[in-house]
């Protein structure tokens, strides 16, 4: 596997990574991760290889090393990760070389953002992604729309697999009071609640903005933040700025206590500017809770009728939807087949299982050992 993160860095594509990773291992495939030093010394153990990572740009990694790695490995393939990640790049254009089959595992489009960073994100897939996506054998897409969007920078031979989540992490029946007692939100309020890393990307800069907006509902709406990362101390003083006084900050909390606070939501907001499917949507469902989302097509896909979708970045069109779901939620008929679906089809047995028989389809072979 060739991953541009891994653990201990904190991300979507870091946990994805890391536990198919792990699944794979079990079925008895031989499996070495790739990836660079700029997170810090991964703690997974053995089969991790990190090369010096010479230059960080915008948060994404130059590792010159990592041809070298794969030429010498033994391997029957490549799974990249990261269609956008110089990692990619590097593994597309070193692929005559390394003479071995290559997965591209493509997690998500960015659709937010200013029109010039929307700019910069076309040239490159028209550019170094297109190189990317057409030099695979094969490219792994979330969603069927997602697909469509990636033949467009010339992907082929697409395979449809969304994320998984771990039912088994999460106890759906954990009592609500837990969360609501300890943060000293009472019985009578209804709760919104963010999860997840407190960066840009997953919009936390609009939520005092959101929370602002949805003051003119009364006093009986509050707010909860729950995840860590370096927008915290921002997000407290911007929720003060606006004179938001309805939000709680919870930072990183056990799982335990995440159950305890999904339980306890009214509605999951998720106002990212771009991302895959998100793990806290896919979590949310398991718990029948309503969801407020981003448009992105990875999600429009599987769940418009218990999720209500938002433009990146539209503020009012959040607070509206936030407003809309507190007082007409999704029928529970609804709820409890998001619910079904989540755990039939986004289950990692499912998800193994199909990527494993993409292994087989690329390389013809009943036993494998990749580079991932």
Known sequence: MVTPYYPPSVGGIERFVSRLTDNLRRRGISVSVITGTHFGATVQGDGVIQIPTRLTIMGNPLIPGLTRALREGDYDLVHAHDEHAFTSNTVAYAKPKINKPLVMHCHGSYTGGSPLWKLFVYVYMKTLGSYTLSNSDVNIALSPSEAEILARFGAKNIRVIPNAVDPSELDTRADPSLFRSRYGIGENKRLVLFVGRLIKVKGVHLLPRIARLLGSMGDDVCFAVVGDGPMGEKLKHSAKGFGVGN??????????????????????????????????????????????????????????????????????????????????????????????????????????????????????????????
């Open 247 to 372: 939000m709680v900050v919870t930072g990183r909390v056990p799982r335990e206590e995440l159950s305890s606070a999904y339980a306890a939501a009214d509605v999951v907001l998720t106002p990212s500017l771009s991302e895959g499917i998100p793990a806290v949507v896919l979590e949310a469902l398991m718990f029948r809770k309503p969801v407020v989302a981003t448009r992105l097509p990875t999600l429009t896909d599987y769940f418009e009728r218990v999720c209500k979708f938002v433009d990146p970045g539209d503020i009012h069109g959040y607070a509206e939807a936030v407003r809309e779901t507190l007082n007409n939620p999704p029928q529970d008929a609804w709820l409890t087949e998001a619910e079904r679906l989540v755990l039939e089809q986004f289950n990692w047995g499912r998800i193994t299982d199909q990527i494993v028989n993409v292994y087989r389809q690329v390389t013809e072979q009943p036993s494998i050992s990749v580079s991932a």
